[in-house]
């Protein structure tokens, strides 16, 4: 395997990019939301690929490669539109033009940040047809890869339009900015009077995070439609002569790909990990994030349960050495009656032992003072 890398990142960002993912559902952002479940699922997808075709181009996996290579149209086009959304968000909040948002704005807001983040991909994935020239490409190392036919069609259809999706995101953002330098005093107030379940803090990271996904994927549609345009548009004659070969497989091992094309599928594969780590950084250390952390270190079943076949004795020592006088009828009372039916090897909830060694303390205690 020339790229062991490869999947280890995909793989490896995974736990990163869900890590934040409670907060941003009970913040009811469908905008944040839609951007975790995109790059988690195409970094599966990468790293999938990335072992399966790892030093060869072997045709195989023909559904896996015509769903996944479709999911790969409508990344392109979902990561813009979850940008706009979140711009668009932002603005309206700084903007102070309502005085509260209510549930029934909230409501609406998840409607059309669902229809934009979720189902215009999908409609975007069947556009990709118009311009499909055959069934797809698999590339050495990297794996199947959609294939599209260089046209002037194809620069309308799939090339331009997340290029002008960021360009509208980016005159969102800009706006939004302007409305907090404008209210910069009491920006904070504004933010809690709206209603809309955003801290100072977390409104910086949306924009950071909404301005680098603009900056980045404007960098590389760029790139993508002027190296597109650089190798030549093909004419487009007619729709059966575009598609007169549409079962067709086409297979790039590396040793035909000239050094510049391996150059740029690389750095193209990196351009999915990247946006991955951004977006960990601009949420992964945010207090909702590191709020959820602590959350899920106390309800995991580590601090939870212990196994109590050698340690039963001893829980009950440390528990009670303030309590001797009663610890064999506390023993008797917890253990006896909860386990006595059950002989099968068992775990101890230290939630509910507590709550027993705390009531029966207590219990006693006032009994003493009587």
């Known amino acids: 395997m020339r790229h062991p890398e490869f999947p280890v990142v995909s793989f490896l960002l995974l736990p990163f990019l869900l890590a934040s993912l409670r907060s941003h559902i009970k913040a009811r952002s469908v905008a944040t939301v839609s951007l975790v479940v995109w790059l988690s699922l195409y970094n599966i997808i990468r790293g999938i690929n990335s072992i399966v075709w790892a030093n060869n181009t072997t045709i195989r996996l023909l559904v896996w490669c015509d769903i996944t290579t479709k999911f790969g149209i409508g990344f392109t086009i979902a990561v813009p539109l979850a940008a706009l959304c979140i711009c668009r968000h932002l603005e309206n909040v700084s903007s102070n033009r309502q005085a509260m948002i209510t549930s029934d704005d909230k409501r609406r807001r998840m409607i059309f940040e669902s229809v934009l983040c979720f189902a215009l991909p999908l409609i975007f994935m069947a556009l990709h047809y118009i311009v499909q020239g055959h069934r797809f490409d ?49 920006f904070a107030a504004i933010l809690h009077k709206s209603n809309s379940s955003l801290s100072t803090s977390r409104y910086f990271r949306l924009m ?163």
Request: proline letters at 4%; a positive charge.
């Open 138 to 186: 698999i590339v050495e190392d990297i794996g199947c890869l959609p294939n599209t036919y260089i046209s002037v069609p194809s620069m309308v259809l799939i090339f331009f339009p997340p290029l002008v999706i960021a360009m509208i995101s980016m005159c969102y953002a800009v706006a939004a900015f302007h409305h907090f330098l404008a209210r910069r005093i009491e």
């Open 208 to 370: 950071a995070l909404a301005v680098f996904e603009i900056f980045w994927d404007t960098g590389n549609d760029i790139y993508v439609i002027w190296a597109n345009w650089r190798a030549g548009l093909h004419p487009w004659i007619s729709w059966s002569d575009v598609h007169s070969k549409f079962s067709h497989v086409g297979r790039v091992p590396l040793f035909l790909t000239p050094q510049s094309v391996i150059i740029s599928n690389t750095y193209m594969w990196w351009i999915l990990p990247i946006s991955s780590i951004a977006f960990f950084i601009f949420f992964g250390f945010g207090e909702e994030a590191l709020s959820d952390y602590r959350a899920g270190l106390n309800s995991s079943w580590l601090s939870k349960y212990v196994l109590i076949s050698e340690m039963r004795e001893s829980i009950v020592e440390r528990a009670y050495s303030r309590h001797s006088g009663h610890k064999r009828s506390l023993y008797n009372i917890f253990f006896e009656t909860r386990f006595q039916t059950r002989l099968r090897p068992t775990v101890i909830q230290i939630g509910s032992f507590n709550t027993l060694v705390n009531a029966y303390g207590a219990r006693n205690t006032c009994r003493g003072s009587v």
